[in-house]
């Protein structure tokens, strides 16, 4: 059976290597970038206990890869921009075992490397086409202008992320839900005098900071503030006075952290990415089970429990055992899909702070015992066996 796996990001690089050596499988990856493009690329992600029980379970090499080359994610706390505590919660509460704090340029590197004789680089999905049989014909768009070629697939999985291409020539676009969320992210880099370590959270009003320190001396920074009715991020939202204005408390000083990442804000605002909160609906396949989608390309979602990566690697190595064993397509979806919708479901819930509920009650609900039950299901329940 050949299978040809688009896009070499999360859940595409570990299908690959769940699927690499199985007898009777014959595995391209194609990966639009050139080689060593995203070597530097993006800010840090935290990723759930989930992602890492699912590698400890099905990758255990990936597993001691990913934990060597991170920071464990332990604590979660919660407070507003003046410092009052909100939440404080030890992961191992909830989880089975921490999480990580990494780099993105540096997740992409330890899922790639066991792969790499696999991947086509520089391979662009443009268009489909069909051969005799009735296999999917990918064309790639390579970085010389030309068009390739390499023959029809019993199996084209879309690991090819938010924009997926795979997706939108077999199943149309996605339409894009948006929340009305201006997001943001950025990474401080010699963050020596950063005044705090693990994962959290600051909240005036519904504006939202985020942030943590990732490994190499950095500081993952992201906010998150409502946009007005026309949904558009507006250029003086852009500035450093109006980002300082947003997470100063009304009453009393910034708490030190917060303080600290004001200033940071400031310096850096020009290497800010903005984007805008959105979703689309879950599409596990298309094209009559000839292509499957993984990761953002099935199922794109709120970052809010920081759930979207972590799907991706739990997608990658569960798909992976299915197919492994004969499956197809249609039990990937049996397996994934009741388990997207509980993430999906959970996610969701958990905006009402940045969608306008009252950060001080909706945060302490999370500190219950209904919403910490939500939160074991989420961290713990990654199946064993498929
Ligand atoms: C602001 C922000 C913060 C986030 N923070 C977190 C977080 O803390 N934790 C978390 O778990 N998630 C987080 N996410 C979500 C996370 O980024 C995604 O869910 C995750 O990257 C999805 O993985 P993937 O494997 O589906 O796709 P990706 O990792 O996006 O990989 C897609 C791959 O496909 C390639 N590709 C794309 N198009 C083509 C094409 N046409 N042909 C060939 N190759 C192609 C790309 O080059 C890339 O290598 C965040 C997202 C945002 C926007």
């Given amino acids: 059976m050949r ?15 769940g699927l690499l050596g199985t007898p009777g499988l014959d ?21 759930g206990p989930n992602a890492l029980k699912a590698l400890r379970l099905h990758n255990p090499a990936r597993h001691a890869a990913l934990r060597e080359a991170s920071l ?9 921009c003046d410092g009052t505590p909100l939440l404080d ?29 696999a991947i086509r680089q520089g391979h662009a999905l443009e268009a489909l086409e069909e051969d005799a ?40 676009e996605p339409p894009s839900v948006q929340l009305g969320v201006c997001i943001w992210r950025m990474l401080v880099e010699r963050a020596d005098t950063c005044p705090f370590d693990d994962y959290g959270q600051w909240f005036e009003g519904p504006n939202r900071l985020l942030a943590f320190q990732v490994p190499g001396n950095a500081t993952y920074v992201a906010g998150a503030f409502p946009l007005d009715g026309s949904g558009s ?22 708490s030190p952290a917060v303080a600290w990442m004001l200033d940071r804000i400031e310096a850096g605002i020009d290497s800010i990415h903005w984007a805008r909160m959105q979703e689309a609906p879950v599409l596990r396949h298309g094209a009559a089970g000839r292509a499957l989608f993984l990761g953002d390309a099935a199922q794109a979602m709120v970052p809010t429990l920081g759930q979207g990566a972590t799907q991706a690697v739990e997608d990658g190595v569960l798909a992976a055992a299915v197919l ?25 819930e958990a905006s009402d702070t940045v969608l306008g509920t009252d950060p001080v009650s909706g945060t302490r609900k999370k500190g219950e015992a209904p919403f910490l039950e939500k939160l074991r299901r989420l961290y713990r329940d990654v199946p064993a066996a498929v």
Avoid: C
């Fill in 3 to 17: 299978i040809g796996i688009i896009g070499s990001g999360v859940a595409g690089s570990l299908l690959a290597e």
């Fill in 27 to 47: 595995v391209s990856v194609f990966e639009r970038a050139a080689a060593g493009e995203h070597a530097e690329a993006g800010t840090g992600l935290n990723l």
């Fill in 72 to 80: 464990p994610w332990r604590r979660w706390i919660v407070e507003l």
């Fill in 89 to 117: 919660l030890d992961m191992l509460e909830v989880a089975d075992e921490p999480g990580v704090r990494i780099r993105w340029s540096e997740l992409y590197r330890l899922l790639r490397a066991p792969i790499a004789p």
């Fill in 133 to 172: 049989a009735g296999r999917l014909v990918p064309v790639f768009r390579t970085p010389d202008g030309a068009l390739a070629r390499h023959g029809g697939f019993d199996l084209l999985v879309g690991g090819d992320g938010r924009y997926s291409r795979l997706r939108a020539l077999t199943a149309g």
């Fill in 233 to 254: 991020i507006p250029a003086e939202a852009r500035t450093a006075a109006f980002q300082r204005a947003l997470f100063t408390p009304a009453h009393g000083a910034p």
């Fill in 324 to 348: 492994r064993t004969g499956g197809g397509a249609a039990e990937v979806a049996a397996l994934r899909d009741p388990r997207l919708d509980y993430v999906r479901g959970l996610s969701q």
